[in-house]
């Protein structure tokens, strides 16, 4: 691969792993402040309004500074990478389309009403803005999840005069690989979420604690009944990102089997094959051997055929496939880089299913006596779902090299020909700093809400009668 090929990769890896720092937070953080408003006007309870008010601070800095990295993301296609925009602009451009006409203008007009339509909406119109601002975000990933689907696995098209031309919508739209990847994608931003709910809720609580302030006083009560549903919430979701991640799994042996046994270290054929625990292989690119390897007989293929004896494909026996159907080269990805991504998402999402549960357990058993813990562990388990979903993106992008689609374009013959090394070095220093500025930006308005916490209760403020939001 060309320097300016390895360049643009890594302009477009800062570029999406920074953008999908922020996705997966907005689109939890709707869901939760959604539910927030729906829990206040069902029960008129004031603790829920104000709930809603401040964690719906969050989510709209949060959601900022997502819109502000994504629209750099879609222009990258058309400078860097044209030879690829051009090939599949008939099948990429549709859902990315109706994400900009459907999805992005749910987003953006509903977040609209919901902030000014406090005193102006009544309570149930109000109520349906932020669900669907909801609908709008998550739409937004299914859309986009389609367009990436369908990289990992084209379906729908016809090739016509050497490009990719869509036969059905439908077909891009509701594959298999798509379905799981936006539950899958949907329950991780709510396990995001939950953490930093958890989180904030954890620090309020101990500032409490260390001012003196009783069990009685409301901002308590607020943040014991939110790190309350937030832990639910993650446990469930934590749950469903499992399961979901099982059927991915089973997926991939079908459709990618190249990136599954790149990230089980798999490679000779075995059946049954063994689930890997820790392979260390040579410090190679590609090796073709692990020098240590330890792992669970028949586990791999009981979780990814439902067979005690189930065949999968190794890593060697796919790359002589595919130079007899592809020609020579070199077929297979970073061995490493997929094998330890792959280990640091799923030992994440086990890590949190177990946190969240015993902190249940834990409250239901003694009560907030041990919140000071709490408080520690929940700073430690904020990053985790960050690096999880980070290294999620990794095994994605980086287990269907040398393929920008699977078995139609590689990567190398993507990028735009007209754009020097130059500029690509140019653009890709600029985009970090600036990313780097927004980054400070981003967790100096994030701090300054949550020290500065919920607006305090005004007697005065009723289901029929709230306060407008954002105006201190």
């Known amino acids: 691969m060309g320097t300016t090929a390895v360049l643009d990769r890594w302009q477009f890896a800062v570029t999406i792993v920074y953008h999908f720092l922020f996705v997966p937070l907005t689109i939890g953080l709707a869901w939760f402040v959604a539910g927030m408003q729906t829990a206040w006007h069902r029960t008129g309870k004031e603790h829920y309004l104000r709930m809603t008010r401040f964690f719906g601070k969050l989510f709209l800095i949060n959601f900022a500074l997502g819109v502000v990295t ?3 993301q879609e222009f ?5 990478w044209s030879v690829y925009s051009r090939f599949v602009g008939s099948v990429f451009g549709a859902p990315l389309a109706i994400e900009g006409l459907v999805a992005f203008f749910l987003e953006s007009t509903f977040i609209g009403l919901w902030l000014f339509g406090w005193d102006r909406l009544p309570p149930r119109a109000h109520l349906a803005m932020i669900w669907l601002v909801v609908a709008g975000t998550s739409s937004s990933a299914y859309f986009i999840l389609a367009a990436n689907s369908w990289m990992q696995h084209p379906v729908g098209y016809a090739m016509k005069g050497g490009r990719a031309e869509m036969t059905s919508l ?7 690989l798509q379905i799981t990847h936006f539950f899958h994608t949907i329950a991780a931003s709510l396990v995001t979420a939950g953490l930093l709910v958890v989180a904030v809720a954890a620090y309020r609580l101990r500032r409490a604690r260390r001012e003196g302030t009783g069990p009685d006083d409301p901002d308590v009560r607020l943040f014991r009944a939110a790190a309350h549903g937030a832990l639910w919430v993650t446990a ?3 749950v469903v990102v499992i399961g979901v991640g099982h059927f991915q799994a089973q997926l991939l042996v079908r459709y990618q089997p190249m990136k599954m046994a790149a990230a089980e270290a798999l490679y000779e054929t075995q059946a049954p094959a063994p689930l890997s625990l820790l392979a260390i292989g040579p410090w190679e690119k590609h090796p073709e051997r692990n020098n240590v390897d330890i792992a669970i007989p028949h586990g791999l293929s009981v979780l990814s055929t439902n067979n005690w004896n189930g065949e999968i494909r190794g890593i060697n026996d796919i790359q002589r496939e595919y130079e007899g159907r592809y020609g020579p080269g ?3 990805p970073i061995i490493g880089s997929v ?4 280990r640091l998402m799923i030992t994440v999402g086990f890590l949190v299913l177990l946190y969240s549960a015993a902190w249940l357990w834990t409250i239901h058993r003694r009560g907030w006596a041990s919140s000071r813990r709490l408080a520690w562990t929940a700073y430690a388990f904020l990053a985790l779902p960050f690096l999880a979903n980070t290294a999620g993106w990794l ?6 090299q040398p393929w920008i689609v699977h078995g139609l374009l590689r990567t190398n013959d993507a990028i735009s020909p007209t754009v020097g090394t130059g500029h690509v070095i140019t653009t890709l220093a600029g985009f970090a700093a600036v990313y780097g500025v927004l980054a400070a930006i981003m967790g100096w308005l994030m701090v300054r809400a949550v020290r500065a916490g919920p607006e305090r209760p005004a007697p005065e403020v009723t289901r029929e009668d709230a306060l407008p939001p954002m105006l201190h």
Not at 395 to 400: F, N
């Open 339 to 342: 094998y330890w991504s792959w």
């Open 70 to 72: 994504g629209i750099v």
């Open 76 to 80: 990258q296609f058309g400078m860097n």
């Open 395 to 400: 095994v994605t992008e980086m287990g269907r």
């Open 236 to 238: 469930v979701a934590s």
């Open 170 to 176: 439908g077909d891009v739209l509701l594959q298999p």
């Open 330 to 332: 070199d077929y297979t």
